[in-house]
C-alpha cells in the first residue's frame, strides 16, 4: 500500500513540475512576443524611410517567429506586389492579382490562413518559380489592414510541418494592422509634405493697396 501510495504522490508531483514547465514557457513565450510589437511600434514614432520599416518588421517576424521565410505584399494597382523579404531578390518582382494564390485568397477574404502542412498542394497554390518558398510545406498569412480596408499580405513560412499556435496566429494578425498603421502614416506625412511644398512655392502674399 505504501509503494503505491508513494507512485501516486511521484506521479503528481511530475504533472505538476511538467505543467510549469509549460507555464514558464508559454511565459516566455508571450514576453518574446510582447517585444516584437513593442519594437515594430517603435517604427510608427522613428523618423524612417517606409521600406526600411517594411524590411525591418519583416527581419524582426523571421526572428522571433523562428520562421524560414517572411513576405510581406502591398497592394498596387489592383496588383499584390513584393515589397519586403528576408531572401530580397524577389521583391518588386513577384506580382499577383487578388484572385491569384493563397496570397490572393488572404486578401481578397480578409481572412487569417493557417496550413500546417504541404501548402503547395492545397487548390488556391499558385507557384512562382522565382520564390523557393513556394516548396515549403507550412503556410501563415494574415491580411494587412488599415482604415482603408486591405492594404497588402504578410506570409509567414516553415520549410517542415508547423502546426501553427493560436498566440502565432494572433501574433501575425496584429503585425499586419500595423503594418497597415505605418502605411497610413507614411501616407499622411507624405500629404502633409506636399501640402506645405505646395503653400510654400505659393510664396508670401502682397498686401491689398501696396
Not at 508513494?6 to 511565459?27: P, T
Not at 489592383?78 to 521583391?91: C, H, M, Q
Not at 480578409?110 to 515549403?136: G, M, V
Not at 496584429?174 to 512655392?201: D, F, H, I, P
Amino acid at each position: 500500500m505504501a509503494v503505491c501510495h508513494w507512485a501516486v504522490i511521484s506521479r503528481g508531483i511530475i504533472l505538476v513540475v511538467s505543467k510549469v514547465h509549460e507555464l514558464d514557457q508559454r511565459l516566455a513565450r508571450t514576453e518574446q512576443q510582447l517585444r516584437l510589437l513593442q519594437k515594430i511600434s517603435r517604427f510608427l514614432v522613428r523618423d524612417m524611410k517606409l521600406q526600411d520599416a517594411l524590411d525591418s518588421v519583416v527581419s524582426l517576424v523571421v526572428e522571433f517567429m523562428e520562421c524560414d521565410s517572411c513576405l510581406l505584399y502591398l497592394l498596387d494597382n489592383r496588383e499584390l506586389v513584393l515589397r519586403a523579404s528576408n531572401r530580397p531578390s524577389a521583391v518588386g518582382n513577384v506580382k499577383l492579382t487578388m484572385n491569384e494564390g493563397l496570397t490572393g485568397w488572404v486578401a481578397r477574404e480578409k481572412r487569417l490562413l493557417a496550413i500546417s502542412r504541404e501548402a503547395f498542394r492545397d487548390s488556391r497554390f499558385k507557384y512562382f518559380s522565382d520564390l523557393p518558398e513556394d516548396t515549403y510545406e507550412a503556410f501563415l498569412s494574415a491580411p494587412v489592414i488599415s482604415r482603408r480596408g486591405v492594404e497588402g499580405v504578410i506570409n509567414v513560412q516553415h520549410r517542415d510541418p508547423h502546426a501553427h499556435t493560436g498566440i502565432e496566429m494572433e501574433l501575425l494578425t496584429s503585425v499586419g494592422e500595423q503594418v497597415g498603421c505605418l502605411l497610413m502614416l507614411s501616407r499622411t506625412e507624405k500629404t502633409a509634405s506636399e501640402n506645405s511644398n505646395l503653400v510654400l512655392s505659393a510664396g508670401p502674399q502682397r498686401a491689398s493697396g501696396a
